[in-house]
């Protein structure tokens, strides 16, 4: 049986005409685009030129949800009270999917962004509330970190989740992601990411920074588009997965 793996990157984050990831060359690469939706990044022109790309690729497209926090880029924690919260995810998911279906694509999945997803790992009103707008949209799959309470609250409400893993982001021992204030957040060796893809793709599970080892039977693998040298990062992940006779293909 063929070995697959859906690798997915966070796209559209260009505002104001100021790309920080070239959208064009990750596409080329990835089997999941997860598009800003403008409330951390992305305005409506550059993000329906991003799923007119994924479109013509045939790379899924996700909505990529976030806090409303263009100047933090979504990764500061932010308190909501979860209806604003409901309403905001069920907000940013409707406008994508507008502009995918002028485009020839729909949201097929939706990814919450930076702080959000963090802080649905452990806090259950946000993450309520993220499953509440996702559920007032459709029965969407939710793409979550393993192990966060939102993936019990979004199966209890009948959704499907996609677990999730980091190509690109250092762990902690108990599963969740080094803080991004931390020196050794991010990983930046392409021996060292590439290793990190195969050994989820192959064994279901990642080495944290204490070298532990995290059982996170990921269906799909994120590299961050914003990254230094990504393009060249997801390539050489892509060549080892080539290499290994691994499929790259999206979960749905």
């Keep these: 049986m063929t070995v697959t793996i859906d690798l997915n990157a966070d796209l559209g984050e260009t505002t104001a005409g100021n790309p920080v990831a070239d959208d064009a060359a990750m596409l080329d690469m990835v089997s999941s685009a997860n598009v800003a939706c403008g409330f951390h990044a992305g305005d409506a022109h550059s993000i329906a030129q991003t799923v007119k790309a994924a479109a013509e690729r045939g790379v899924v497209v996700g909505a990529h949800i976030g806090y409303n926090d263009i100047a933090g880029f979504g990764r500061r924690f932010m308190e909501y009270s979860p209806a604003e919260l409901a309403d905001e995810t069920l907000y940013q998911i409707g406008a994508l999917d507008a502009l995918c279906r002028a485009n020839g694509t729909a949201v097929s999945y939706v990814k919450p962004h930076g702080a959000l997803y963090n802080a649905i790992v452990h806090h259950e009103a946000q993450a309520q509330a993220v499953v509440d707008g996702v559920k007032a949209f459709g029965d969407l799959p939710l793409m979550l970190l393993p192990g966060a309470v939102a993936c019990d609250l979004a199966e209890k409400a009948g959704l499907r989740v996609i677990r999730e893993a980091f190509s690109d982001r250092n762990y902690n021992p108990d599963g ?50 914003d990254s230094p040298g990504a393009v060249e990062l997801l390539r050489g992940v892509v060549k080892q997965l080539g290499d290994q006779g691994i499929e790259i293909r999206s979960f749905l």
């Design 176 to 225: 969740t992601l080094v803080s991004r204030t931390q020196d050794n957040a991010v990983m930046h060796d392409p021996e060292a990411v590439a290793a990190r893809v195969l050994q989820v793709a192959t064994k279901g599970s990642i080495t944290a920074v204490d070298g532990s080892v995290l059982d996170v039977r990921a269906e799909s693998v994120c590299t961050h588009g």
